[in-house]
């Protein structure tokens, strides 16, 4: 067989960290795809390359990174600044291959391993890329730490003292049995045993996420449990398995090998099946589930129908809820949050611009202190993180049209008071053609036309009231918009027709080649404490929110006739932003 050459070379990551990567070119003329291979934690892409070989697939380019802080790629060794910040880092790496390499996204396969097989994980779940299948080696959903309330420990030292270094507890001995792969790591000086503690308990946060809403991942998946781990506990890689959403998956378990599946001294039948399932999914058309209806079954609206069964009266978490609830009451004597939520909803505009500004007040400084826990509630923390991504797209998009010599015209659907565009607006120069924001609240209208007075923009700056779900009054807008926004909107209504008779108005509306910002939730950790205690800015009755997983929300958009080209996401995996483009019909 012909022999490959591999190309040693770098990479620009989304925060300009320069990253290294291998790459072997496929040994045919026209390549059936590409395989991304992603390192477990400590190693470097010089620990997986043998399985380049032993995969034995020629049709197929491989490329393989250096995570940051590892390897040959910057970064303070076992450092990243956070899980995200990795995991965006894969989505770079991907980006880099579609862009350098003439790749599809739709003609790759992940094959991540241990902590790569994190992070591989949790790209596909927050960002749901249109990849043909993903493969999980012995993924590291919960590594085993030898001490008792290891983690609460770390999690104190690091509150205290902040960030610090942890040498792993892992020999070569507890990864494989194969003598050639023990010496190699004994002798490697590029494998970096120490991690840093924000990473070791952001992966632990993370994976505990994934885990439990594993049935969003809709890409077909391969879960490889090697039968003797001493490094991770076997247990969790079970559950997300079995929650899984796509209904291609595979779960093979091997019996005496050790964590490094695919470096063990009998890993031929792991990289048998492996080779298989990568061969199966080319074989195969690649289609991913529909799920433009959703909202009338599977595990978010299972969710739903739990949240708004009613607790039986006197269990005790109906009782919780209610001294929460009277808790809550309480302290709307006393922080304005509170009071501006009992007032005009807790997912009011009104609600929203005064988290924006985040500025704790009220009566007394205990009501000062309350207004704070309030305004640091991570829901409230993964809106302020949103307000820059939104900005950030908004940006990028006014770009873009101004790239391609098309005359700027704003429309924000449904506004608020429509802060975080006035900021972007003020500083474009020359000012767009027209920003049009809507809402259907009264008070954010007013609000949001006092707004616009008292920062000059009445020249360019219009709001007025509309209603966001009106197909033919979103179609009618003049001037057409060349960006429109909608944010915050569609995570407040459940069921999926109305956001597709807005998104339906929106394809109309759009010029050919604009673009379309549209914001996410597809996770929230606290879900059922919002159900049970905070009341929604419609009706005053229970807020119960249904998650849409980011691929039901890419394809509600897709079928208005626009396709994702960017996105951003929170640390916390609650907020999405993306920027999407307007295909001409």
């Known amino acids: 067989m012909k022999s490959r050459t591999v190309t040693e070379t770098t990479f620009s990551a989304h925060d300009g960290a320069n990253l290294f990567y291998r790459h072997w070119p496929a040994l045919t003329d026209n390549p059936r795809g590409a395989i991304v291979l992603l390192h477990r934690g400590h190693e ?68 991540g391993q241990s902590i790569g097989a994190v992070l591989a994980t949790a790209w596909v779940h927050d960002y749901a890329p249109d990849i043909r299948a993903l493969v999980l080696a012995a993924p590291a959903f ?34 494989t049995r194969d003598p050639a792969r023990i010496a190699t790591y004994n002798d490697d000086p ?10 070791l308990l952001d992966l632990h946060d993370l994976s505990a996420r994934l885990v439990e809403d594993a049935a969003a991942i809709t890409t077909p998946t391969q879960v490889l449990i090697a039968g003797k781990d001493r490094v991770v506990d076997p247990a969790p890689q079970h559950r997300f398995y079995e929650r899984l959403g796509t209904p291609v998956k595979e779960r093979h378990v091997f019996p005496g090998l050790l964590h490094d599946v695919l470096g063990e001294k009998d890993r031929q039948q792991v990289i048998k099946s492996v080779r298989a399932f990568v061969l199966a999914n080319f074989d195969r058309p690649a289609a991913a589930p529909s799920l ?58 009104t609600m929203l611009d005064y988290v924006y500004q985040n500025r704790p007040k009220g009566l007394t400084p205990l009501g000062r202190a309350l207004d704070r826990a309030y305004l640091n509630a991570i829901g409230w923390k993964g809106i302020r993180q949103r307000k820059p991504h939104l900005e950030e797209l908004l940006r990028s998009a006014i770009a873009r049209v101004r790239d391609a010599g098309q005359p700027l015209h704003i429309l924000d659907l449904a506004a608020g008071r429509g802060r975080y565009v006035l900021d972007v607006v003020e500083a474009v120069d020359p000012p767009p053609q027209s920003v049009l924001l809507r809402d259907i609240s009264d008070v954010n209208v007013e609000g949001g ?23 033919d009054d979103i179609a009618a807008i003049d001037p057409r918009p060349t960006v429109a926004i909608v944010s915050g909107l569609y995570e407040l209504v459940p069921d999926n027709a109305a956001v597709r008779d807005s998104l339906e108005g929106l394809g109309q509306a759009v010029r050919d080649g604009g673009y379309l910002i549209y914001t996410g939730q597809p996770w929230h950790p606290q879900l059922e404490m919002i159900a049970r205690t905070l009341t929604d800015h419609k009706d005053g009755e229970p807020w119960i929110m249904r998650r849409r997983s980011q691929v039901e929300l890419d394809q509600l958009v897709a079928a208005a006739g626009f396709k994702k080209i960017d996105q951003r996401i929170d640390e916390w995996g609650i907020f999405t932003v993306s920027l999407a483009q307007k295909i001409a019909s």
């Open 292 to 349: 433009l209806d959703a909202d009338k079954h599977g595990a978010t609206r299972r969710e739903v129908d739990r949240l708004r069964t009613p607790l039986p009266a006197y269990s005790p978490k109906a009782l919780y809820w209610a001294g929460l609830r009277l808790a809550l009451r309480l302290g709307g004597w006393f922080s304005k949050g509170l009071r501006i939520g009992r007032r005009y909803g807790f997912n009011s505009g």
């Open 44 to 111: 470097h892409s010089g620990r997986i390359a043998h399985v380049v070989s032993e995969l034995n697939l020629p049709e197929y380019s491989f490329f393989a990174w250096d995570a940051r802080g590892h390897g040959l790629s910057a970064g303070e060794r076992g450092f990243s600044p956070s899980a995200a910040t990795s995991v965006r880092d894969v989505k770079s790496f991907v980006d880099h291959i579609v862009s350098a390499h003439s790749v599809q996204a739709s003609n790759i396969v992940v094959i």
């Open 142 to 175: 919960s590594v085993n730490l030898r001490i008792p309330l290891a983690r609460s420990a770390l999690r104190l030292k690091q509150a205290v003292g902040g960030n610090f270094f942890v040498k792993s507890y892992v020999t070569a001995k507890k990864l």
């Open 190 to 199: 590029l494998i970096s045993r120490p991690i840093a503690s924000n990473m």
């Open 449 to 471: 036309t006092e707004l616009i007075a008292y920062r000059g923009l009445d020249d360019t700056v219009t709001f007025a009231k509309g209603d966001a779900f009106d197909t």
